[in-house]
């Protein structure tokens, strides 16, 4: 099974993390800039784990989703 992975845990990447567990994928692992976002879309969803870096997800996903803020 695909394993997905999110780099940012705001709005956005909570929103779609959600809906992708409710269509049947694995959402194995996220970070965040704070370790708490992290921790607590980790909780909502089952079997995903936080991460330290962005590089951990990267090393434990097959697909990311990078879903942090533009910079003006």
């Known amino acids: 099974m ?3 992975g999110f780099i940012g845990a705001g709005t956005v990447g909570t929103a779609l993390a959600s809906r992708l567990v409710a269509s049947g994928y694995s959402v194995a ?7 708490a976002s992290a921790e607590r879309l980790a909780r909502a969803i089952p ?19 990078i879903t942090t803020p533009t910079v003006p």
Do not use: I
């Open 2 to 4: 695909l394993k997905v």
């Open 29 to 35: 692992v996220v970070a965040s800039r704070t370790s």
């Open 47 to 65: 079997g995903c784990q936080p991460a330290d870096n962005m590089q951990a997800v990267a090393d434990a996903a097959d697909l990311v989703f």
